[in-house]
């Protein structure tokens, strides 16, 4: 079983649209979580950190559910410029883990 | 701003040339990463250092070495180039304590023929 696993879409959603995607870990003693952002044929970049009790970013919400070990990101009036693949981080180890991405297209 | 910096952008290279594959970092991190990047595959780990002359296997090592002479630069090495590390490689760079909150390079993109 893949350590971090999302699902790899795409999300196609229109302009102005919620969506919200989720990302599940194995390792119940991942302490640190993270979204990063990563566009088309550019490096990946950090979104935001995941907290405990869910944070928020402008139109973006992280959260994180210990019990059912999973992380979401939502994102509210979605814009074109927001079309990328987002990545979940999970540490508590030494080394960051990576899922697979997920890849969002919006359209106008 | 930090700042990860990759020699080249893009690479050919041709079957069993050594390739060195050069990154900088500016922040004076303690930690830094090598990953190839493949379609499907998402982001592997090759080996990453976390500090000077120190270096760990990640999870796909085979073919590759690494060198950190100086903290500000890990080196990535194919010993004999081969077609199937034709690949996207990103080099990344983390304070001591946040392993987690990497800055990427914007990464090299090698072909090798």
């Known amino acids: 079983r893949k350590e971090v696993e999302q699902d790899p879409g795409p999300f196609n959603v229109p302009e102005g649209a919620t969506v919200a995607f989720n990302c599940t870990y194995s390792n119940s003693a991942s302490q640190s979580f993270f979204w990063y952002r990563q566009d088309c044929r550019k490096e990946p970049k950090l979104l935001m950190s995941?907290?405990?009790s869910g944070n928020e970013d402008g139109r973006f919400t992280a959260q994180l559910n210990r019990a059912s070990q999973y992380i979401s990101l939502l994102i509210r009036d979605s814009k074109l410029s927001d079309s990328a693949t987002y990545l979940c981080?999970?540490?508590?180890?030494?080394?960051?883990?990576f899922g697979r991405g997920t890849s969002l297209i919006v359209h106008p | 701003d930090v700042k990860v910096t990759q020699s080249s952008r893009y690479l050919v290279k041709r079957t069993g040339e050594k390739v060195f594959l050069e990154c900088v970092q500016d922040m004076d991190h303690e930690n830094m990463f090598w990953y190839r990047q493949d379609p499907g595959l998402g982001l592997r780990l090759i080996y990453f250092s976390y500090d000077v002359k120190m270096k760990e296997k990640g999870d796909i090592p085979e073919g590759y070495s690494v060198s950190r002479e100086k903290k500000e630069r890990f080196s990535l090495i194919l010993e004999s180039a081969s077609t199937n590390q034709t690949s996207m490689y990103l080099c990344?760079?983390?304070?001591?304590?946040?392993?987690?909150?990497?800055?990427f390079g914007s990464g090299t993109q090698l072909s090798v023929l």
């Open positions: 995941v907290y405990s």
């Open positions: 990344a760079s983390s304070p001591d304590g946040s392993n987690e909150k990497l800055f």
């Open positions: 981080v999970v540490g508590g180890s030494y080394i960051p883990t």
